[in-house]
Nanobody, 115 residues
Framework: QVQVVESGGGLVQDGGSLRLSCVAS????????MGWYRQAPGKQRELVAT???????HYVDSVKGRFTISTNNAKNTVYLQMNRLNPEDTAVYYC?????????WGKGTLVTVFS
């Protein structure tokens, strides 16, 4: 079994920062990419950022320059440092682990940004 667990969400004021963490554990084989997605109320889930095992990153335009994704491959952990948050960033943030044969999701962590 594989478990993907996010943490670090919470309530933050406009302009503030949060750091999300995600740990993947269990019978994992060949992780290719780890990433963060988010789903705001009434909207579809969207990609926020991804990072490959080799360290290549990709960000959605709306978070470029504000969010940074990083990993600790030895610990199967991925982080999302979120700076200069604004109310449009309010969403449930989901961690995704893409392995060779399977795709795994966490249950999400809520980020609420208030002005």
């Amino acid at each position: 079994q594989v478990q993907v667990v996010e943490s670090g969400g919470g309530l933050v004021q406009d302009g503030g920062s949060l750091r999300l963490s995600c740990v993947a554990s269990g019978n994992l084989v060949s992780i290719q990419t780890m990433g963060w997605y988010r789903q705001a109320p009434g909207k579809q889930r969207e990609l926020v950022a991804t990072i490959t095992r080799g360290g290549s990153t990709h960000y959605v335009d709306s978070v470029k320059g504000r969010f940074t994704i990083s990993t600790n491959n030895a610990k199967n952990t991925v982080y999302l440092q979120m700076n200069r948050l604004n109310p449009e960033d309010t969403a449930v943030y989901y961690c995704n682990v893409a392995a060779t044969w399977n795709n795994y999701w966490g249950k999400g962590t809520l980020v609420t940004v208030f002005s």
